[in-house]
């Protein structure tokens, strides 16, 4: 049987740092309007709450979208399909999609096309990982947490099939 061990990437008070710096970041820039959070489920669950209680704002609206991608080994092409949609009208809003962690890239371009059929004044991307090695598409990631090579995380929310979202730092998992 494969057993995986972790090594602590990112210590929660590293993380703690981090979003509020993003927070102040965000409030610079948006400070004085609406915003729309929009977190990607189920990665996003706690860097969402982290970061909506960082921007300490009375006028922010949080929502939740979910995808799920399938690849096609021959082909090595992704579907993605949306499995919860967005709930709260976007029309004319400031709108930021919360990521966990951005890949390939094709999640965040997905839903950068699928929000902009709502209409919003504009979509910023806040993700707290940027993990570069297997980019296939450029995306334009505005506030961005942490820059990682590659390996796959886990902890913060991310999972590996489906264990490990509660811990409170970020790990590496080392496959034996
Ligand atoms: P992308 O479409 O390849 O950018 O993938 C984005 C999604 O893949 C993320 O929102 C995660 O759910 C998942 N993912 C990618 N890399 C990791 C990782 O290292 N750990 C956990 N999940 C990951």
Redesign the pocket.
Known sequence: MNKEALKLLISPSDIASKVSELAKQILNDHGEEELILIG?LK?SFIFLADLVRALDKKDVFIDFVRVK?YGYSDTSSEEIVITKDIELPLEGKTVILV??????????KFLLEHLKLHKPKIVKVCALID?RE?RKVDVPIEYVGFVVEK????GYG???AEKYRHLPGVYEVIKS
């Open positions: 990607t990665g991608s990521e966990d962690i951005v890949d390939t890239g094709l999640t965040v993990k297997r390996g796959f995380l886990v991310l999972d590996y």
